[in-house]
């Protein structure tokens, strides 16, 4: 985190702890990571870095909830405070082999967002293909992710090929929303009814044809709290930060201001 962005969520958080104490409902924060393996650079997270992000949720007294819990619990005004969901994006092999343990050990429920496509096929995603061969750009297998499943943890989809969703035709934007879900449903033998959108990419028509597939929950990277006024398809999620200090921040809500900056990257597109 840049000094200057870590400076202005630093001042931010006594308003929005303010803002925290007036609710009258408690909020739900949704946080998340890609890959948690040797080294932290890029959308890699070190395991020790992984392990002080799980102390740093502990110590801000976090209650770690399953995603369609939580949200029902948001919109039946139940929630407890510093109620927290955890998500991964993408589908990597470390997340099934490394991080799902030390989640479990915590007793931390937490979804995995998996891109479909690379249950037949090898993907490859695009910010990925610049880098050597190795072994922390691997995707779970069909395998280890209905085995994952099993143990605990909750599978949604990330779309087929992980497509900027804004630009497709409907049609296509029908096929890659729906696909997925029908691909991961026949997979684990259950109904999956929970979407990141990749990228973060989303408008009104996304998240309207998200819903008439079958989709109950959509997940953005929009920061900020999520309350009673959050469409259920249009959550707020912040990444992880790899420093655990701007970790507390997150959680504090320091960076909910940034949303206006989110909201206009969100109409830029990715750079790949």
Do not use: C
Not at 94 to 115: D, K, N
Not at 142 to 168: K, M, Q, Y
Not at 228 to 246: E, K
Request: proline fraction near 7%; avoid cysteine; hydrophobic fraction near 40%.
């Amino acid at each position: 985190m840049r000094p200057g962005v870590r400076a202005l969520g630093r001042s931010t958080v006594p308003v929005a702890k303010a803002a925290r104490r007036l609710r009258r409902k408690n909020g739900l924060t949704i946080i998340g990571w890609h890959r948690v393996d040797g080294t932290s650079t890029g959308l890699s997270t070190g395991v020790d870095d992984f392990r002080r992000h799980l102390d740093e949720i502990e110590r801000w007294g976090a209650v770690v909830l399953p995603l369609e819990e939580a949200v029902a619990g948001l919109r039946a005004g139940t929630l407890p405070p510093r109620a927290v969901v955890l998500t991964f994006d993408d589908g990597y092999a470390s997340v099934v082999e490394t991080a799902w343990p030390l989640l479990r050990e915590r007793g931390m429920p937490t979804t995995l967002f998996a891109v479909s496509g690379a249950l037949t096929g090898d993907l490859r995603f695009a910010w990925d293909r610049h880098e050597p061969e190795h072994d922390r750009l691997r995707l779970a297998r069909p395998d280890e992710l209905r085995d994952a499943a099993r143990d605990g943890l909750d599978i949604g989809s990330h779309t087929v090929s992980h497509p900027w969703l804004p630009r497709l035709a409907r049609a296509e934007l029908r096929r890659e929303l729906a696909d997925s879900r029908t691909a991961l449903e026949e997979l684990l033998g259950r109904p999956v009814t929970s979407l990141a959108y990749p990228t973060g990419g989303w408008n009104p028509e996304v998240r309207a044809v998200a819903g008439e597939v079958g989709y109950r929950l959509g997940v953005t990277v929009d920061r900020g709290l999520n309350t009673a006024r959050t469409p259920d398809l249009s959550l707020r999620r912040a990444f992880v930060p790899t420093d655990p200090r701007d970790l507390r921040l997150v959680l504090d809500g320091g960076y909910t201001l940034l949303r206006p900056l989110d909201s206009w990257r969100s109409r830029q597109g990715p750079p790949w």
